[in-house]
């Protein structure tokens, strides 16, 4: 029995270690295979920058838990990849507790302030606004400046989550990060890629541009950014608790920025801010338990119902990114994505059928409508319009410690560099989040979403996600991947595929995170497939089904941690930096 187990063990980590990079999407080549897979028998964190895998490492090595290690890769993340997430924005987190098996489910996303109203981005026109700042028409105001900005929620999370089961002090934690803004780190390829796109916003807002842009000019590779700023707001949370960020000082200059845009979020907005938990979604795929975010996001419960409908059809049968798999699987996320524009929404606010979306019935009818050699009609689907290409930002991160128990997080303040806006003297960067609402039902963000009623701007109300941060656990009930990625609506769709290579095409962790993806999402009418990911017949002969493809780069960027007997497989996506750390 000890001999078939080790011997399993040793298979499995002989896969492990001869996953072909040959097969991976060649978007960065030129980086060695240690530094994006990697195992450890205790412990394992898989992040999108080594400093926050770092960080969160060092923790575990001072007897710290996932908890601990969660809050510091945490504020080290929102200081190495300002464009990504930060104290300015918000996220969800999972925390699995080994001992109790359960998992508590943390959501810190921003919260619409006060002021907010349901036709605040539409002109009398009913056409989306530009915002105005100093006399600059700067476009899209539900994306840049002040107006975009929904009350963060970050800082309030990860305080709550990490005194509920950490063990190390908030000062233990928070340091590193604190250092690392305050002596700087380098820029790289993908921070100083963002700072350039998003140079024209970021050069209307002095103090956006004194730290990204000093000298006038963007930030380039190899430049050290420093953080002073953020380093002080840092130090403030340490000495205070929350209270530091959402009281006093660092309240007050952000109080101010918001009035030099003559926006919305005041005083009582932050103090008001308040930390929801709520109960994870359960589910289950060929005998695997799946835990996923509930609403505010809408990614578990879609996650789940893709889930539910293609348990229905012989997925590993059909191969990977064949004809047959990718039409019903497009199918399926098809009819997912044309529920969450209708039925999604803050459940605080509108009634979301979950129970209902995540039966197993009702799946079994959805299935019922997919003709396996056709796609559904055009009446079905309607007209969409284009998405924009995917922006760099939101950030995932997985971890688990010695004893077993498990965080699943996901971060974000939305598009690049959020609204372009930092909160003067604090050095963070605010959000844009309010565009995660329907600004008007049926005109789609900035990720092509478009939605409805259900998740309409209302004053303290939370915009839909698609942040999916999510656990899957094998037959046995243990902890099999922990698991999740940015990417807008891709998140859904990247943490989905992850799951099917790893549970129907059996592959090792890195072929799983790294084949090529494909991506639908009802509205607009477009499977988009990874450039080559699909063979130059494969895409005919969709297209004939009446697909219609777009090539694009790439979709999400997943980091994730995968139980092998004993050991922990720690994998960062090469779509985008990562780099996962065990010990
Ligand atoms: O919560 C959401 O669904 C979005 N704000 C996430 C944005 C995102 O992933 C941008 N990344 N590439």
New binding site residues.
Partial sequence: MKFTRCFLMLVGLFFVSCTSIETFPPYQKHRKRTEFITTGSKGMISTSHRLASKAGLDMLKMGGNAADAAAAVSFMISVVRPQSTGIGGGGFMLYFDKGTKSTSVYDFRERAPFKASRDMYIDKQGKPIDFIYKGHRIPNASVNGHLAVGTPGLVAGVIEAHSKHGKLSLAKVIQPAIDTARNGFKVYIRLAEAIKRKQQVLNKFEASKKIFMPNGRPLKVGDTLVQKDLAWTLEQTKKHGRDGFYKGKVAKKIVAEMKRGKRLIRKNDLIAYNVKTHKPVVGTYRGHKVISMPPPSSGGIHIVQILNILEGYDIKGMGHNTTKSAHIITEAMRRAFADRAKYLGDPAFTKVPQKGLLSKQYANKLRSTINPKKVASSKEVGAGTPAAY?????THFSIVDKWGNAVSSTQ?I??TFGSGVVAAGTGVVLND?MD?FSKKPGVPNVFGLVGSEANSIAARKTML???SPSLVFDKNNQLLLVVGS???PT?ITATLQTILNTIDHRMPLADAVHAYRIHHQWLPDQLFYEQNGLEYNTILDLQKMGHKLTPKDAMGSVQAIRRVGKKWVGVSDTRREGYPLGY
């Fill in positions: 995917e922006s760099p930002s939101t974000t939305n598009y989040e995660d996600s698609s942040m940015p990417g807008g998140i």
